[in-house]
């Protein structure tokens, strides 16, 4: 089992700056692909970024330039540096993880979700 503590959500306005982070623990054997997902009310959720083990990264096209993503696999931490936050960015974020187990395969894990609120 693996459990996702997200932390680094609020509020801020137009223009600011905020960092999530998401601390993955249990029996985990390794981490493939690392992301943070958001969702809008009344919108589906939707991929803002991802990384890879090796590094490479991908974005939506509406972030690409603001948003950095990042992670530390020595902590199985990953990371979302949101910079020039516009109110079109506010949504509950949720990190996702691809983890092999111990004793099981590679599983989708979420996070609980944390609130980004950016005001105009």
């Known amino acids: 089992q693996v459990q996702l503590v997200e932390s680094g959500g609020g509020l801020v306005q137009a223009g600011g700056s905020l960092r999530l982070s998401c601390a993955a623990s249990?029996?985990?054997?390794?981490?493939?692909?690392m992301g943070w997902y958001r969702q809008a009310p009344g919108k589906q959720r939707e991929l803002v970024a991802a990384i890879t083990s090796r590094g490479s990264t991908n974005y939506v096209d509406s972030v690409k330039g603001r948003f950095t993503i990042s992670r530390d696999n020595a902590k199985n931490t990953v990371y979302l540096q949101m910079n020039s936050l516009k109110p079109e960015d506010t949504a509950v974020y949720y990190c996702?993880?691809?983890?092999?187990?111990?004793?099981?395969?590679?599983?989708?894990?979420w996070g609980q979700g944390t609130q980004v609120t950016v005001s105009s």
């Open positions: 249990g029996s985990i054997f390794s981490i493939n692909a």
């Open positions: 996702n993880v691809d983890a092999r187990t111990i004793g099981a395969g590679t599983l989708a894990y």
